[in-house]
C-alpha cells in the first residue's frame, strides 16, 4: 500500500476505526471491499494526483449502505462532509464528495479539472475492478452481493441483477483509464456475459 496512505490511517486512526466498525456485517461492501480499492490503487500511483482526496473517496464512499434504498451515496457524501470538513481544505472536500456521488451512477462529473476528471475516473475504475478478477472471485462477489440483497424475491433478483449487467455491458469501454480497461475490461465482459446467462437459465 502507498505510503501515503498508511500514514493517513495512523493520522486519523481514531475516525478510520469509527469507519471501520460502521462497515462491519456486510457480506461485500465491507472494509475489505475498502482495502482493497486501496491496494489496486496502490499499484497505479502515476493515475492519482490528489492522494489524500483519493483516500477519502475510498474510506467514506459505502459508508452508508442499505440495500433497500436508493439515497446511499448522497448520505456517504453527507457524512464525509461533516466528518472532512475541520481536516481538509474546502477544495479537496468538495472533490471528496463529488467522487462518493459519482458512484451512484458510475460516471465523471463534467466541469472538472483534468487532474479532478482523472482521480475520480481511477477512482470509480477502482470500485467497479471486482467485476475484472477471475471466475472463482467474481462468483464470490456475486454470491455476497446477492446475500446484501436477502430480501429480494429470487424472480426479481434475478431481472434486476441482470439488467445492472446488461448496463455495464452496454458501456463501451467499461473502464475510464487505459491500465484498467488493458488489466480487468476483457475478464469483467465475460464475467457479466456469463452471469447473465446464469441468471436467465
Known sequence: MLKQFKELFNRHAALISELRARHEGRPYHN????????YLASKHPHLINDIEAFFWMAVFHDLIYRSDRQDNEEKSAA???????????EARLTLVCLGISA??????????SPAETQDIAFFLDCDLAILGTDSETFSTYDAAIREEYAWVPEPQWRSGRAGVMKNFLGR????????????FEASARYNMKALIKELSA
Open 31 to 38: 472494509w475489505n471491499h475498502i482495502l482493497a480499492i486501496l
Open 79 to 89: 457524512a464525509a462532509q461533516e466528518s472532512l470538513i475541520a481536516l481538509i481544505s
Open 103 to 112: 458512484t451512484a451512477k458510475h460516471q465523471v462529473p463534467e466541469g472538472l
Open 172 to 183: 463501451d469501454p467499461l473502464y475510464f483509464t487505459a491500465e484498467m480497461r488493458k488489466e
